[in-house]
């Protein structure tokens, strides 16, 4: 099969049923992945902080500075909660908070040294999505290439593509729009492959996006991988609507399966498709047969049960799942600092 133009994927989404939409999915997979194996990571989510500036109508975890409930996590909170997740067979931490203007660069740049310093390479750490390292550079007045470089000399490996949602101008506009421009976004995100650390993208879908909005964001996705060839993996999850401003129902799993097959399909230089057990649970791994190759399972996120997630420490539960739709599931460590790229 060829690559697919978005004309054509629109096509796939409005008339193909779900048995063909498998198996063009399943084709493009086998060009990275045997059949049957999918591979995992256990993870946690450290919200270090809930104070935010930014107002998204659809996130339920922030308080703005000066209102009550607001907290910031210590460093002695942050490793209680890595060595945690050491007890449950984990290695990946995802740091990420709200755009807090009373922390400076250098809180983070202490952070990330200290969590370094102490675990080595027994922890890989996703420091921040792109959206908060896109705020912080523009707090500390540094472009952000400077910014990638002060993280980098602070140990970081990793800087990934959450808070993207879906990149279209109008979305940001419509839901979020003190958080960044989709320009801003792509700009960070290239210096931030530029400076040698790893990165990855991000969408969640299930607000008022329309189709063709999905497919802008699938196309920019594509075409940053083509420019850049920076994207490790690609994370879809869904929205969850509970105690949001924004409000709305959630989508089903098979809208969810039917779009991790068309972004299989669609994205066709990028290695990894993950599935989210974050935000699907159990149906999560049925996404397996639709495309996606790697799945977390994450042992805590504030931000996404504070609308609703909920999660299950039951991981031998969770890993009987796929195996009984004939997957052989394999642990995947993030990957370590000898085989980040170095400038
Ligand atoms: S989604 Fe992130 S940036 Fe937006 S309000 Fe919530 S914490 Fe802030």
Redesign the pocket.
């Known amino acids: 099969m060829n690559r697919v133009s978005v004309d054509e994927a629109r096509e796939l989404w409005l008339r193909e049923d779900d048995e063909e939409l498998k198996r063009l999915a399943g084709e493009v997979r086998r060009r990275y992945h045997e059949p049957d194996r999918a591979t995992y990571m256990v993870m946690r989510i450290i919200n270090y902080t ?1 104070v ?5 109508d ?2 339920a ?2 308080v703005l500075p000066n209102q009550e409930g607001g907290y910031v996590l210590s460093g002695e909170e942050v490793f209680a909660k890595i060595d945690e997740l050491l007890e449950f067979g984990g290695d990946l931490v995802g740091f990420n ?3 807090n203007p009373r922390l400076p660069l250098d809180y983070y740049c202490d952070l990330f040294a200290s969590v370094r310093e102490r675990y080595g390479e027994r922890v890989e750490f996703y420091a921040l999505t792109v ?2 390292f896109v705020f912080l550079a523009d707090r500390a007045k540094l472009s952000y290439a400077e910014a990638a470089a002060r993280l980098r000399g602070a140990g970081v490996h990793w800087v990934t593509g959450g ?1 993207s949602e879906i990149l279209t101008e109008d979305f940001r506009a419509r839901h ?1 729009k003190w ?1 960044y421009t989709v320009a801003d976004y792509l700009e960070a995100q290239r210096a931030i492959v530029e400076s040698g650390m790893r990165t990855t993208a991000t969408m969640v879908i299930g607000f008022d996006e329309t189709l063709d909005e999905r497919l802008e964001h699938l196309q920019r996705t594509r075409d940053f991988q083509d420019e850049t060839g920076g994207l490790f993996s690609f994370l879809c999850w869904t929205y969850k609507p509970y105690g949001t401003a924004f409000g709305g129902r959630e989508i089903s799993a098979q809208e969810y399966w039917r779009h991790i097959a068309l972004s299989r399909i669609f994205l066709d230089n990028v290695e990894h498709i993950r599935t989210s057990v974050l935000t699907q649970n159990e149906e999560a791994f049925r996404a397996l047969d639709y495309g996606a190759d790697d799945f977390d399972l994450p042992i805590e996120d504030e ?1 996404t049960q504070k609308a609703g997630a909920r999660i299950s420490l039951d991981l031998e539960g969770l890993l009987a799942i796929p195996r009984r739709l004939g997957y052989r599931v394999e642990y995947r460590r993030a990957e370590r600092p000898s085989a980040v790229a170095t400038h």
Do not use: L, M, R
Request: some cysteine; charged content about 10%.
């Open positions: 809930n935010c500036v930014a107002q998204c659809y996130c975890f922030y908070g709200g755009f959206a908060e808070g979020a958080k931000v």
